[in-house]
């Protein structure tokens, strides 16, 4: 199994649509958890951290559940922008593992 | 602000090839760290070092060797390239601690033939 597990997608949605993607992690001692946002061919850069009470950052909100061991976050109000692969990252012991990533594309 | 440099961007290798990805960060990070991106696989760590002066094998270590020449510097070799390294690397750093930001560099795309 998997450190850090992602649905692949794609997830093709229209603008304005609400999309939600879900990770599951394995290691219940993780502390720490991100969402980074990887554009094709481009480097990931932090979209945004995950607190175990949830946070909001304009058109995102980010989950944690510890007790299911999985973190979500759902895009409100699609762009065409937001197109790009999502990475699910969760704090291991010395390093951060990575889910292989959700690529979602927004469609006019 | 350059943030995470690496070089080079591109380069083709023939198998049993050595060569070495250079990487330099300027935000006076203490962590740094290599990482290979391959369809699929998400990103899997080959070696971090905490500090200059110390380095760590993570997930995937075998094939590569690296050196924290400096608290600026970490490099990747590969000592004798093979097929299977054929890969997108990335450099990347962070403030020493739990939950601290990773940067990545814009990564050094491999192909070895």
Redesign the interface.
């Known amino acids: 199994r998997k450190e ?1 597990e992602q649905d ?1 997608g794609p997830f093709n949605v229209p603008e304005g649509a609400t999309v939600a993607f879900n990770c599951t992690y394995s290691n219940s001692a993780s ?2 958890f ?1 969402w980074y946002r990887q554009d094709c ?6 979209l945004m ?1 995950v607190y175990s009470s949830g946070n909001e950052d304009g058109r995102f909100t980010a989950q944690l559940n510890r007790a299911s061991q999985y973190i979500s976050l759902l895009i409100r109000d699609s762009k065409l922008s937001d197109s790009a692969t999502y ?1 699910c ?1 969760v ?1 291991g012991f ?8 959700t690529r979602l594309t927004v469609k006019p | 602000n350059a943030g995470v440099t690496q070089t080079p961007k591109f380069q083709v290798l023939k198998t049993g090839q050595s060569m070495t990805l250079q990487c330099a960060q300027d935000m006076n990070h203490n962590s740094m760290y290599w990482y290979r991106q391959d369809p699929g696989m998400g990103l899997r760590l080959i070696y971090y070092s905490a500090s200059e002066g110390t380095t760590d094998k993570g997930e995937v270590p075998n094939g590569y060797n690296v050196s924290r020449l400096n608290k600026r510097e970490f490099s990747l070799r590969l000592e004798s390239a093979a097929p299977s390294q054929t890969s997108v690397y990335f450099c990347a750093s962070s403030a020493q601690g739990a939950g601290n930001t990773i940067y990545f560099g814009e990564g050094s795309w491999l192909t070895v033939v």
């Open positions: 850090v692949p502390q720490s991100f061919r481009k480097e990931p850069k932090l951290s990475l990252v704090n010395n390093d951060m593992r990575f889910g292989a990533g």
